[in-house]
């Protein structure tokens, strides 16, 4: 039984920042990678961050230098501190996560366990 729960999102303007939370349980196996994706009405869900259990990260082209993925193993949670935020980033975010393994990817096909996801407004 894996569940994924995000919070942290929100409504903010241009330039500003938010830090969103993935708490994670039900994991029987300590190495599993995590990511961050996030989705826009009529638009396809694509990656933002992943990280895997010893903290190897990569981005998407378009956060690299605002975002930043990290994670506290003995909290089980993932976190995703976003600066400077622009419009486009405004979708819902999710997080998502692999157990049993370390490679990282920012394919949604990869991960099988999802949350529920958070909202990210940004106005102009």
């Known amino acids: 039984q894996v569940q994924l729960v995000e919070s942290g999102g929100g409504s903010v303007q241009s330039g500003g920042s938010l830090r969103l939370s993935c708490v994670a349980s039900?994991?029987?196996?300590?190495?599993?990678?995590m990511a961050w994706f996030r989705q826009a009405p009529g638009k396809e869900r694509e990656g933002v961050a992943t990280i895997n259990s010893v903290g190897t990260t990569t981005y998407a082209a378009s956060v690299k230098g605002r975002f930043t993925i990290s994670r506290d193993n003995a909290k089980s949670t993932l976190y995703l501190q976003m600066n400077s935020l622009k419009p486009e980033d405004t979708a819902m975010y999710y997080c998502?996560?692999?157990?049993?393994?370390?490679?990282?990817?920012?394919?949604?096909?990869?991960?099988?366990?999802w949350g529920q996801g958070t909202q990210v407004t940004v106005s102009s």
């Open positions: 039900g994991y029987t196996d300590s190495r599993h990678s």
């Open positions: 998502a996560a692999r157990s049993g393994i370390s490679w990282l990817s920012l394919s949604p096909l990869y991960y099988t366990d």
